[in-house]
């Protein structure tokens, strides 16, 4: 008798841990598709200064990404390519590619609460991550993530409160090794585009310090669009500047 | 009893000279010692101090733990304003620093770049004479760069050559340019050459939109021994909770308590030299009462004291230690004054240590009545305790066994 | 008659018991007080130039050109490892270990700092500089997915045994890559570097990690005996650079010179000190006891035999000085070596130069070898002078005077 209920058990949270990992996907691929346009606006807010840029990303898989800063005017045009997890900068002023060394990866970006590393590793959370369903409440499902064995990341715990009618998150909490919160990203206002869901207000808050902020709001997004493989390669940098 | 003790010192020559003799020693070794000390390391205190770090230096508070655009001086003028009604104060300058990326084609590094005011650095600081190529700033140096030489053989440098700087601008915007590598550096410190850079703050300012602003101010005194004083008096001036004020002994605070590591080194050893000499005055002091004891007997029986046997050993060893500190002291003085302003240059030293963070071969001694003063005093002290033993000793003979001691 | 001889300089020393107990004591203490100081400061350089060998270069360290300035993995040696077998078999190599450097970013949920990741053999290393002994907490274990940090960089990043940590560098490909490490142990070096910034791994395990293969290193250490090796490596391998560990780490060197000269510099000064001090009780000595040595001549003693007497005398007080000098040295020394002093709270200072926060002396046989010497020299030098005093005398003159 115990046998049936231990096999049922176990089939039930296989059953689990499978659906775990299918809302981590589907969420993974609305913030993706086959490849993803965004033109964006992001705000940094810190002890009172206040900065708005305005940028256009591009972008296919995990591996391929093309940014475009198109405001504050004096930072128009300067541009980024990550290529497998390698980034270069290019800067009309200077008409110079620069290389971005590993160092300068996990600087934080643009005075943002963004690192380097979190824009070039968006794919992690899907390979590194085990998934588990610790509870629901109508549609929104509270997922935990727990980094695999030796997968390369820092968090302890990621908790992701995420919505299955339209498989976006509506807040995700990012923990220490020890349990404690160290950051948290906000997401509001989805929007639905083809087959696709997007917040389209992103806010990201480090627990510790107050008054720092960083918004980010989706003003255009466009999916599995085609987008010319020309932006994945160095000379883009350059040419797609102006 | 003074009378007599005088007359003793006169009478055992033999005692009286080598007890001036040791006592004049082993005072000039004395205090010839803690002033080489102290001189020098005021002198290795000065020299890094020249190097780029200021005796005072004002910050907003959280730059130092923090840092980043958000912990800036926002307004250095107000403040470099009130600085200037302080006297003691010799120079200053608001200094403008930013990490950023420095590239030359393939090769790239994170490098502290910073913009200096350079006829005040000249002043300020040792970056002007660390020059080892090229030429240092000067006010309309545009965008020539001032850079460590082993920052520049990373980078694959030379005079001349072009390097691309991507960094963030005060306001947070992206900062990039092209510098010219005019001249090239060593400290000394290999961190600080493979590091740091400098610009002149005319250029740097606008392209940083850092007019005005400033990541700290530094200042040099007239003399670093003020520096606790002309602290709380900048502090006091300044009157803002948003700002520090912090001297060299918290800016440097690994340098000062390395120097007290070597301070106890050096008193362990000198501790040394001053207990065998003390050993030896008691020596001779000791044969001295020894071959005395029939005297003293004699001293006793006719209605002296032990008091004034007590009285009369000290005066003796107060009339000989004042003799030779009355020789020794202005004589030393004078040693450690003259070197204070002459140091001895041990030729050489900085050639062959130059690259190792050594830029002086001078030893200069430190210069310090109060200090002097001390020493004395040790001395003093020293040679009084030095006739306890030979005192106890003869105050172990009844006075009748002492007339007939052989 | 020597024997006699040597019977009444033993008697004399007695004679005037608390004038050479004085001079013993004042021996004893200063030759303690010395030897203490020596050992203390040997011990400190020492210490450090043996850790910073066995934890670093070793005796020698072989380079690819340019690595030293570039510090990337472009620069490495390509077939080290066989290198490394024709080094071993040279004679007078006592061991030579291979290993793997990359500079790179070390990271923590919190915080992140610059590090490099140093892949070696811990066997070898043990071996090599008995590594294992830097161990300050944990365990020393290398397997797949383990560290070992530097002292300093586990405070920078408040890591504890246990702690994951990321390192992301770029690998051979120049590809950012990064790796999860849990730290299993921490180690303080007392190689300033090391312990500021350095993460241990196995070097197998940074080969999967980077790219490269067995046989590649970016450095090989060398413990050997033999000083001329180096000049030899120079012409067998033109295409490395290869530096001794002196020119690696010249402050080692600047360090070792100024210890030197300061302890010749004391040692002198104390010497010339207890010359004195024997001096002044040897003339005394001598003075009070003219008349007897005026009778000695007189009744036909020759001065040769007074000379050998007064010898005997500054011998055995110098001796016996030196002996108690010794061993009351040896105690203080074998208390530095064994408990160390602690100047914890200076340890800031102290470690920023390499220095453990407790200080370790050392004992060598010279010490005592040199004072011995120096001693006797100076209880012989001390007598010459009472010794002349003796030969002037007019025996008549000396026994008819009252003093």
């Known amino acids: 008798m115990s046998k049936i209920i231990l096999v049922i058990f176990i089939f039930a949270t296989s059953l689990m841990a499978g659906e775990a990992h299918d809302i981590i996907r589907k969420l993974d691929e609305n913030f993706r598709g086959k490849n993803i346009y965004m033109q964006l606006s992001m705000k940094v807010v810190s002890m009172g200064h206040e900065r708005v840029m305005k940028m256009q990303s591009y972008s296919q898989g995990t591996k391929k990404s093309f940014v475009k800063i198109i405001y504050p005017p004096k930072d128009a045009g300067i541009t980024f390519l990550s290529l497998n997890r390698e980034m270069w900068q290019y800067v009309p002023k200077i008409e110079r590619i620069i290389k971005i060394p590993p160092s300068m990866m996990l600087q934080k970006w643009m005075g943002s609460d963004i690192t380097n590393d979190d824009m070039v590793k968006q794919s992690s959370i899907v390979e590194d991550y085990e998934p588990e369903i610790i509870k629901r409440e109508g549609s929104v499902v509270t997922i935990s993530l727990t980094p695999k064995e030796n997968a390369p990341v820092v968090w302890g715990k990621i908790i992701l409160n995420i919505d299955t009618a339209t498989y976006t998150s509506n807040k995700d909490i990012f923990y220490d090794e020890e349990g404690k919160e160290v950051r948290y990203f906000i997401y509001k206002n989805v929007k639905k585009v083809g087959n696709y869901f997007i917040p389209t207000y992103w806010r990201v808050e480090s627990s510790d310090v107050a008054e720092r902020y960083t918004e980010m709001v989706i003003e255009e997004v466009e999916y599995d669009t085609k987008i010319s493989e020309e932006y994945f390669t160095k000379s883009a940098l350059k040419r797609f500047s102006k | 009893m003074f009378k007599l003790a005088l007359k003793n010192t006169l009478f055992y020559k033999g005692r009286s000279i080598t ?171 290999f961190e600080f050459d493979s590091s740091a850079s400098f610009l002149a703050r005319s250029y740097f300012d606008e392209l940083m939109y850092a007019k005005n602003k400033a990541s700290y101010i530094t200042i040099k005194l007239k003399n670093l021994s003020d520096a606790d004083a002309v602290n709380s008096q900048i502090v006091k001036i300044l009157d803002d909770e948003k700002l520090e004020s912090l001297t060299w002994k918290t800016l440097m605070k690994s340098m000062v308590e390395a120097m007290e590591v070597d301070n106890i080194f050096g008193y362990i050893s000198l501790s040394l030299f001053l207990v065998v000499i003390f050993f030896v005055i008691m020596i001779y002091g000791f044969i001295n009462i020894s071959s005395r004891i029939k005297e003293f007997g004699v001293l006793r029986s006719i209605g002296l004291s032990k008091r004034n046997i007590f009285l009369l050993l000290f005066y003796e060893i107060f009339i000989l230690s004042t003799l030779a500190l009355i020789v020794v002291t202005p004589l030393s003085a004078y040693i450690c004054y003259y070197y204070s302003i002459n140091p001895i240059v041990i030729e050489g030293i900085a050639d062959m240590y130059k690259d190792y963070g050594i830029v002086s071969d001078e030893i200069p001694f430190d210069f310090n009545p109060f200090t002097i003063v001390w020493n004395i005093v040790v001395i003093y002290i020293l040679n009084f305790i030095s006739i306890l033993y030979p005192y106890i000793y003869i105050n172990s003979f009844k006075p009748i066994e002492a007339i007939r001691h052989v | 008659m020597y024997r006699l001889i040597l019977k009444m300089a033993y008697k004399n020393m007695f004679l005037r018991v608390h004038r050479t107990l004085l001079v013993i004591t004042m021996i004893a203490v200063s030759m303690s007080m010395m030897l203490g100081i020596q050992g203390l400061y040997d011990g400190m350089a020492e210490n450090m130039i ?56 070390l990271s923590t949920a919190r915080k992140s700092s610059f590090a490099f990741m140093q892949g070696m053999d811990l066997e070898g290393e043990n071996r090599f500089g008995r590594f294992e002994e830097f161990l300050k907490e944990g365990e020393m274990r290398l397997e797949k997915g383990d560290a070992i940090i530097g002292l300093e960089l586990a405070k920078t990043l408040k890591l504890q045994i246990g702690s994951k940590v990321v390192f992301s560098t770029q690998d051979i490909r120049g590809e950012i890559n990064s790796i999860a490490l849990k730290i299993r142990g921490i180690v303080q070096t007392t190689n300033i570097e090391l312990d500021n910034s350095a993460i241990f791994v196995d070097i197998g395990e940074m080969h999967r990690f980077l790219g490269t ?157 040199t004072t011995f010497a120096a001693i006797i020299a100076a209880s012989f030098f001390s007598i010459l002078i009472p010794l002349r005093k003796i030969k002037k005398l007019n025996p008549i003159e000396v026994i008819k005077a009252d003093k």
């Open chain 2, 19 to 189: 007890t001036a003799i040791l006592t004049f020693v082993s005072t000039m070794l004395f205090i010839l010692f803690i002033s080489m000390q102290d001189g020098s390391h005021n002198s290795m205190l000065e020299n890094s101090l020249k190097i780029y770090t200021g005796a005072i230096e004002i910050y907003a508070k959280g730059y130092r733990d923090i840092g980043g655009n958000d912990y800036l001086i926002e307004d250095a003028k107000a403040i470099t304003d009130k600085l200037s009604k302080i006297d003691a104060i010799e120079a200053y300058s608001a200094r403008y620093e930013t990490y950023g990326l420095l590239s030359n084609k393939e090769y790239s590094a994170a490098s502290m770049v910073a913009g200096v005011e350079p006829s005040k650095e000249r002043v300020l600081s040792s970056l002007e004479s660390a020059l080892r190529e090229g030429k240092f700033l000067d006010e309309d140096s545009k965008n020539c760069i001032y850079m460590g030489a082993e920052l520049a053989s990373k980078l694959k440098l030379r005079i001349g050559g072009e390097v691309a700087f991507v960094g963030g601008a005060s306001e947070g915007s992206f900062a990039a340019d092209i510098f010219r590598v005019c001249g090239t550096f060593k400290t000394g410190s």
């Open chain 3, 50 to 105: 043996e850790k910073n060998k066995r934890s670093g270069s070793g005796d020698i360290a072989l380079f690819a050109k340019e690595y030293r300035v570039q510090k990337e993995l472009k620069y490495r040696v390509k077939n080290a490892s066989s290198i490394k077998e024709e080094i071993e078999n040279i004679k007078g190599v006592e061991a030579a270990v291979l290993r793997l450097k990359a500079e790179g970013l």
């Open chain 3, 213 to 369: 293969n067995e046989e590649e290193a970016t450095q090989i250490a060398i413990i050997c005996k033999d000083e001329k090796l180096i000049e030899k490596l120079v012409i067998k391998y033109p295409e490395l650079e290869i530096k001794s560990f002196l020119e690696l780490k010249p402050t080692m060197k600047m360090m070792q010179d100024v210890m030197l000269i300061f302890n010749s510099i004391t040692f002198f000064i104390v010497m010339s000190v207890v010359f004195v001090g024997i001096f002044g009780v040897m003339y005394v000595s001598v003075l009070d006891r003219i008349r007897e040595f005026g009778i000695m001549i007189s009744v036909g003693m020759r001065y040769k035999y007074i000379r050998v007497q007064i010898f005997f005398e500054a011998l055995f007080v110098g001796i016996i000085g030196y002996l108690s000098g010794a061993v009351l040295g040896a105690i203080i020394l074998l208390y530095i070596k064994n408990h160390g002093v602690d100047l914890s709270s200076f340890s800031d200072a102290l470690e920023m130069w390499g220095y453990e926060a407790v200080i370790h002396g050392t004992i060598k046989i010279s010490y005592f070898t």
